[in-house]
């Protein structure tokens, strides 16, 4: 990889993005965006913050990409430096060329985060390897695909943080089991086969500011109910849920955010801007257990599918977990 060239990101002036040149496949060029926070010369941390000489790269989940600004500054508060990642055919890295959020193998993503990690000063094959620490964070699918690289990659990450991740399908451990054989046939016969759409658009609705949320976005990065989900791509998430099952043997201390309810209705809810919309959030803190040694388990009453960006209250709790777990394990 090239120099990396920096240019003001989307977000404005304190944010600066890359691109990651990744290669080619079948639909053509490919590439990645590492995103990073860039606060003012006067925003000081003091060197004692729980974060202190820490370095974050976050990943978003499925029909999304990186716009949680406030999670950037609540991440510089606590003394780390923020990078975010928007994978290939998401976000800034979508082309038109693409298939939206499409890959047949999670691990395929190895080749997005290591440019995004060698871009950070903490490759693999670096000469001189930081002394920074280095923590991943990711969201429902995102967190999958990083709990899936650090159990393959022991050693190169300090600490993971898991932010609803998609760690069991919805129909909980037998109906994944169930459907797997399915879904592989599937996936050999028609990879490209399109799944029938199950997102029915009510936690875009608790989370758009055009819809009573809070929060802004572009709408053709993160769709009102999601990018069409394709065979082969179900096929790739259930391999890795299946893995979970199994126990991935993660040594690095593990924090996984959840929503204290879930609520799954094919009608919408007023309930739906106060929990979980998405997943099922008590087969996924059982599942959380299984990543490693050393997992603590926070349920926020009141928090969206996407902790961060539930109301005010439910949000300050989160980041208050966060911030205690730091104090507890960033040392």
């Known amino acids: 990889m090239g120099e990396l060239v920096w240019q003001e990101d989307l977000l404005g002036e304190r944010f600066q993005q890359a691109t990651l040149p990744l290669g080619s496949d079948g639909e053509g060029d490919v590439v990645a965006t590492l995103v990073r926070h860039r606060p003012t010369a006067t925003e000081l941390v003091s060197p004692f913050a729980p974060a202190h000489g820490i370095d974050v790269l976050y990943v978003h989940g499925w029909s999304d990409y990186f716009f949680q600004t406030g999670l950037a500054e609540h991440w510089h508060r606590v003394g780390a430096r923020f990078y975010a990642l928007d994978l290939r055919k998401y976000g800034r890295s979508l082309r ?33 390897p930081s002394r920074r620490r280095l923590v991943l964070m990711g969201h429902s699918t995102g967190g999958l695909t990083l709990s899936l690289w650090a159990s393959r990659h022991p050693g190169r990450a300090h600490a993971l943080v898991l932010n609803s991740p998609w760690l069991e399908l919805q129909t909980g451990g037998a109906g994944r089991a169930f459907i797997a054989p399915l879904v592989q046939l599937g996936a050999r016969v028609q990879p490209l086969g399109t799944l029938p759409q199950v997102d029915l658009g009510f936690y875009t609705r608790s989370v758009s500011a055009d819809t009573g949320g809070e929060w802004s976005y572009n709408k053709l990065w993160r769709p009102a109910r999601g990018f069409p989900a394709h065979r082969a791509w179900l096929n790739a998430v259930l391999e890795g849920q299946a893995a979970v099952a199994g126990g991935l043997g993660i040594d690095v201390p593990i924090l996984t955010l959840l929503s204290a309810r879930s609520t799954i209705l094919p009608r919408w809810s007023d309930q739906m801007r106060f929990t979980d919309s998405v997943l099922v959030v008590d087969d996924i803190a059982r599942a959380a257990v299984r990543l490693g040694s050393s997992v603590t388990v926070a349920r926020i009453e009141g928090a969206l599918h996407d902790v961060v960006l539930s109301a005010p209250a439910p949000r300050a709790a989160a980041y208050a977990a966060l911030t205690r777990w730091l104090r507890a394990y960033a040392p």
Do not use: F, K, S, W
């Open 96 to 128: 038109d060329h693409q298939t939206p959020g499409y890959v047949a193998d999670l691990a395929t993503y190895d080749a997005d985060i290591d440019a995004a990690l060698t871009a950070m000063g903490h490759g693999e094959n670096a000469e001189r």
